[in-house]
């Protein structure tokens, strides 16, 4: 079945780096444009990023555009979110999504990101 | 950016009772090339990721109860459950995909009274 397995996450200080994965199983990884969508604790969704299904278009939030970077490895069938400049306010569980013409049917677990001195 | 706006934050609805959510959008998702709003609702229980229930504005997702819809174009949407049951509890958002950045609705919390 459909399939998305976040790791990556975890407890960091402002100003450091993490790197989010997103494993994809069970469906034909490289035709979907993938998202990344995160959730601080009792607060609502906030789209952080997208990249195409090749690769060639990357959208991001101004939140975290040039801080944040989207990239994907086709024959790995994983997505990553490379987060560097980490605030408190990035504070969040990170969901990867499979895009579609519908929206987001498809949505991981989620990686919870602490960044907290 | 497009600014979705749910109404009401949190909602109280007897077990069989209809229960009604709206969302606003600060300008129209109707993709006019395909004559679809491009506006989505999702149930988030807790604990859990969220479930895309309706798709282009009206149409359910596979495996969602037939208790769930979804009306409205433009601006103006609202999803219904028609008879809540228990296991309904949850927050539900909208999301417009229209155009980038993705938003989402506030989300309302909807509970049994």
């Known amino acids: 079945q459909v399939q998305l397995v976040e790791s990556g996450g975890g407890v960091v200080q402002p100003g450091s780096s993490l790197r989010l994965s997103c494993a994809a199983s069970g469906f034909i990884f490289n035709t979907y444009t993938m998202h990344w969508v995160r959730q601080a604790a009792g607060k609502g969704l906030e789209w952080v990023a997208l990249?195409?299904?090749?690769?060639?278009?990357?959208n991001y939030a101004d939140s975290v555009k040039g801080r944040f970077t989207i990239s994907r490895d086709n024959s790995k069938n994983t997505l990553y979110l490379q987060m560097n400049s980490l605030r408190t306010e990035d504070t969040a569980v990170y969901y990867c999504?499979?895009?579609?013409?519908?929206?987001?049917?498809?949505w991981g677990q989620g990686s919870p990101v602490t960044v907290s001195s | 950016d497009i600014v979705m706006t749910q109404s009401p934050d949190s909602l109280a609805v007897s077990l069989g009772e209809r229960a009604t959510i709206n969302c606003k959008s600060s300008q129209s998702v109707l993709d006019t090339s395909k004559n679809r709003n491009s506006l989505s609702w999702y149930q988030q229980k807790a604990g859990q990721p969220p479930k895309l229930l309706i798709y282009w504005a009206s149409t359910r997702e596979s495996g969602v109860p037939d208790r769930f819809s979804g009306s409205g174009s433009g601006t103006d949407f609202t999803l219904t459950i028609s008879s809540l049951q228990a296991e309904d509890v949850a927050v539900y958002f909208c999301?417009?995909?229209?155009?980038?950045?993705?938003?989402f609705g506030q989300g309302t919390r909807l509970e049994i009274k």
């Open positions: 999504a499979r895009g579609s013409i519908t929206g987001l049917p498809t």
């Open positions: 999301q417009q995909y229209y155009t980038t950045p993705i938003t």
């Open positions: 990249m195409s299904y090749d690769g060639s278009n990357t």
